[in-house]
């Protein structure tokens, strides 16, 4: 973070000092986890379900913290606000509208947000300095974090915007507003929440509304509810995706015997064939709308292709493909599910599957947030399964169970299904997985099946 007065922060905060000298020096991370305060630090004592942060304060400074900012005085130097998590956000902006060189670009969509991050910032980082979200840092915690580790640099500063709302992306602008903003998909993911893709749209568009007049809006015009949006911004669109209407379009998408993308890539700047170390069909897309913020930065077109063609996967638990000591392959996609997403996997899977000669096992758990519609979503995507030929189902929990009603819905379906209740469950069954088989483990974060995908990959060989 910048360095700043224990006065300044408040002011920001709009909080009062207490128990602290305002010329207090603050020049450490800010962090929300006592265990990560150092020198110089300002600890968030946040207060969530099951742990308050206030208890922690001592910790904090003992580890070198210098402030806190709290919701009640604490027996340490404190910036004492009315909403600590507001006041974490008040804080990110106020840090960045010191730092105007800072271009920020947001990403937002029901699915591949992380993943196509990723992709963003490895390109810009080609180029120079590049500060982006760990993870799936995006909410209202997470991508204020974020925020707060930007220097006085011209770096560009790359994020994710979710919603689980309206009006949560217009609060996450409101913080770091985005001069090009790109939307993914409209989708599935929080349907239970939002009740309808509609919307799921009108959310996902606050992101473009943020823009500037001079911005850039990169939407999926693929997607009717993404293209729609550039109604809603005066900002420069551009286009991407396989339509003949794309500025970036996607031509000659093939998937290799690994599952990875290989693609022509039309610009205004030229074409180029890219060929993705990323498994899956629907890393095209991701890259596409990288190349298209990359190129609008001002990169060469071959500096871009280059750093999409070698770029590996960042965040954890993301189509990250693993071998237990026979050769088994194993598919790690665990940190989140909706059955968009499940079905570019399970499309991957077979696609790996048929390489390697071996059977397939689709290890699914729980999609969360899907609302009235979570049964009758879950069994689609069990008929998904065995429409695309899944060798081995094995569905994890009570939820997912409706997975297995749909896949053995699938006439002519010669696979198997087993439900089960538990990760170790699941894991126990891999024990008879071949050396030539595949394996995908797949569900919402929540459900941890990403535990089950360690124990196969460190198990025993069958």
């Not at 206030?54 to 009315?82: C, K, M, N, Q």
């Not at 596409?288 to 190129?295: G, H, M, R, S, Y």
Request: proline content about 3%; some cysteine.
């Amino acid at each position: 973070m910048l360095e700043l007065h224990a006065d300044e922060i408040a002011a920001l905060c709009g909080g009062r000092l207490d128990l602290a000298d305002p010329a207090t020096l603050v020049d450490g991370p800010v962090v929300i986890d006592s265990r990560e305060a150092a020198r110089g630090s300002v600890f968030i004592a946040l207060t969530g379900e099951h742990r308050d942060g206030h208890e922690y304060v001592g910790d904090a400074f003992r580890r070198g913290a210098v402030l806190a900012i709290t919701s009640r005085p604490v027996d340490a130097a404190a910036v004492v606000v009315d909403d600590v998590e507001k006041a974490l956000g008040y804080l990110a902006g106020g840090v960045l509208r010191r730092t105007p060189a800072v271009r920020v670009c947001g990403v937002t969509g029901s699915s591949g947000k992380t993943s196509t991050k990723d992709l963003i910032a490895s390109g810009l980082r080609r180029s120079g300095p590049t500060v982006a979200a760990q993870g799936s840092f995006n909410n209202e915690i997470g991508l204020p974090l974020t925020v707060l580790d930007v220097e006085i640099t011209p770096a560009p500063l790359v994020l994710e915007y979710s919603a689980r709302g309206v009006g949560h992306i217009a609060y996450l602008t409101a913080i770091a507003r985005p001069r090009v903003a790109v939307v993914l998909n409209v989708g599935s993911a929080h349907l239970g929440e939002f009740g309808s893709r509609e919307a799921i749209a009108i959310a996902k568009g606050e992101l473009v509304e943020a823009l500037p007049t001079d911005g850039i809006a990169v939407l999926n015009i693929d997607d009717p509810l993404v293209a729609a949006m550039a109604a809603r911004t005066s900002a420069t669109v551009i286009g991407y995706g396989e339509s003949e209407t794309a500025t970036f379009r996607i031509t000659d998408l093939a998937l290799d015997d690994e599952a990875r993308a290989t693609f022509r890539l039309v610009t205004p700047l030229g074409s180029e064939q890219i060929a993705l170390g990323l498994h899956g069909r629907h890393q095209a897309g991701n890259a596409a709308a990288a190349a298209a913020v990359a190129l609008s930065s001002g990169m060469a077109l071959s500096e871009v292709v280059d750093a999409l063609a070698s770029a590996t996967p960042q965040s954890a638990h993301r189509m990250a493909v693993a071998r237990r000591a026979d050769g088994l392959v194993v598919v790690d996609d665990a940190y989140n599910a909706n059955p968009e997403s499940m079905q570019a996997a399970l499309e991957a899977l077979v696609r790996l599957g048929a390489h390697r000669g071996g059977a397939t096992w689709a290890v699914l758990g729980e999609m969360r947030e899907l609302g009235e519609q979570s049964e009758a979503l879950h069994r689609a995507t069990g008929r998904a399964a065995a429409e695309l030929g899944v060798d081995h189902l094995v569905v994890v929990g009570e939820v997912a169970a409706a997975m297995g009603e749909g896949a053995r819905s699938v006439g002519g379906w010669t696979g198997d299904c087993t439900v089960v209740d538990t990760n170790d469950e699941a894991a126990d069954l891999l024990a008879s997985a071949r050396a030539e088989d595949v394996v995908l483990v797949k569900a919402s974060n929540a459900a941890r099946l990403w535990q089950a995908a360690e124990r196969i990959v460190g198990g025993a060989a069958a």
